[in-house]
T-cell receptor, first 111, second 122 residues
């Protein structure tokens, strides 16, 4: 089964920019994996931020953006706010977009 | 507004079957644009995709759990359910039900239940 890898932890200063990445054990991540990104804060259910690589939901703050970068899916936060401190998970689809695999998550600290 | 609510026992004995139900309100489970699924999260760990179902009964399961998982739907009650057999302590987790929407481009798990903690212990 595909393994999906994320940075375990990252630290960013308020107002700074940080990029989280999502890699697949099977090779380069493409748009065909329909990369999704989720934010989860302690004690809460995950919340969808980005779908299909770079598409935002109506509730996704403008400072969040998704892309493909160097064979990985990427989530970039520009102008980080203290409330962005959270765990971030990527999800990649395979099997005709019917089988999902989550990454291990990135704990983002805003310090 | 769509709401999903998990229900079921919070404690299951080892080797028994874990059974959870997700009740959907504010929307119809019998919609061509959605799949309905289960995701779990062991305490202090990451998310694991368990599987999903279409209202017509098409199912897709995580290969690592496939031999123990059944997901089924009851459109008359606007519910879908999860059975996980032969549980062990490793199945202790918060279990989320969720909706996957077919977007204009691709797919998004855009609605989640609040999650329910299931502990496997004797």
């Amino acid at each position: 089964q595909t393994a999906v890898t994320q940075e375990p932890s990252l630290t960013v200063s308020p107002g700074g920019t940080v990029t989280l990445t999502c890699a697949s054990s099977t090779g380069a991540v493409t748009s065909g994996y329909y990369p999704n990104w989720f934010q989860q804060k302690p004690g809460q259910a995950p919340r969808a931020l980005i779908y299909s690589t770079d598409h935002k939901h109506s509730w996704t703050p403008a400072r969040f953006s998704g892309s493909l970068l160097g064979g990985k899916a990427a989530l970039t936060l520009s102008g980080v706010q203290p409330e962005d401190e959270a765990e971030y998970y990527c999800l990649l689809y395979s099997g005709g977009a019917q089988l999902g695999v989550f990454g291990g998550g990135t704990k983002l600290t805003v310090l | 507004q769509l709401q999903l609510q998990e229900s079921g026992p919070g404690l299951v004995k080892p080797s028994e079957t874990l059974s959870l139900t997700c009740t959907v309100s504010g929307g119809y489970i019998s919609s061509s644009s959605y799949y309905w699924g289960w995701i779990r999260q062991p305490p202090g760990k990451g998310l694991e995709w368990i599987g999903s179902i279409y209202y017509r009964g098409n199912t897709y399961y995580n290969p690592s759990l496939k031999s123990r998982v059944t997901i089924f739907v009851d459109t008359s009650k606007n519910q879908f359910s999860l059975n996980l057999s032969s549980v062990t302590a490793a199945d202790t987790a918060v279990y989320y039900c969720a909706r996957r929407s077919e977007m204009r481009v691709g797919y998004s798990i855009d609605s989640w239940g609040q999650g329910t903690l299931v502990i496997v212990a004797s």
